[in-house]
């Protein structure tokens, strides 16, 4: 049982680029959610879906865009890399709302 | 707009020294109140949902309450193997989450 799978674990990114981070569950979650975590700080929420083909805004979500078009994956898509991206992010998917969530093993984002 | 609170930031205890750690939150429509441990370079793992204002949860070390304004994370008799960030986070009628920032425990021998 693999959980939630997010790729790539590490990558680097030119001021201006675009790239996909991917995120894949195998538990049939309802709920998928993309956080990013700066040091000293908790996880913000950047886009959530409660549901195949619906997605909401979260507390960050400036500069990402998101979709659910199965509920297995919730890519999150960076339009135009920004320094200020930098961060580690974390996808998690709950099975409804009020459970627990199960996170990815993160993925280290440097934009140059 | 929702809200969670945590102290202390960090905290050091010796081996076999308890304490609390405190989460205070702010929402609208509560639907249940998590606890988290992260360890350096990886992903958050849940520890305890706590749903209503007088529960309590326990799991070796550690046990978790709520009231309507907050939680307490106990930990009694750490060991060094209990050193992580702990989180805690909200989670609301909407149907997503907010954390606070997070509490470092650092246990010595």
């Known amino acids: 049982n693999a959980g939630v799978t997010q790729t790539p674990k590490f990558q680097v990114l030119k001021t201006g680029q675009s790239m996909t981070l991917q995120c894949a569950q195998d538990?049939?979650?309802?709920?998928m959610s993309w956080y990013r975590q700066d040091p000293g700080m908790g996880l913000r929420l950047i886009h959530y879906?409660?549901?195949?083909?619906?997605?909401d805004q979260g507390e960050v979500p400036n500069g990402y865009n998101v979709s659910r078009s199965t509920t297995e994956d919730f890519p999150l898509r960076l339009l135009s890399a920004a320094p200020s991206q930098t961060s580690v992010y974390f996808c998690?998917?709950?099975?409804?709302?009020?459970?627990?969530?199960?996170f990815g093993q993160g993925t280290r984002l440097t934009v140059v | 707009e929702d809200q969670v609170t945590q102290s202390p930031e960090a905290l050091r205890l010796q081996e076999g020294e308890s304490s609390s750690l405190n989460c205070s939150y702010t929402?609208?429509?509560?639907?249940?109140l998590f606890w988290y441990r992260q360890d350096p370079g990886k992903g958050p793992e849940f520890l305890f949902t706590?749903?209503?204002a007088g529960e309590e949860k326990e799991k070796e070390r550690l046990k978790a309450t709520l009231t309507k304004k907050e939680s307490f994370l106990h930990i009694t008799a750490p060991k060094p193997e209990d050193s992580a960030t702990y989180l805690c986070?909200?989670?609301?009628?909407?149907?997503?989450?907010?954390f606070g920032d997070g509490t470092t425990l650092t246990v010595k021998p």
């Open positions: 998690a998917s709950t099975l409804t709302r009020g459970t627990e969530a199960f």
């Open positions: 538990m049939n979650h309802e709920y």
């Open positions: 879906s409660v549901g195949a083909g619906i997605t």
């Open positions: 929402v609208s429509g509560l639907r249940g």
């Open positions: 706590l749903y209503s």
């Open positions: 986070a909200v989670n609301t009628n909407a149907g997503k989450s907010t």
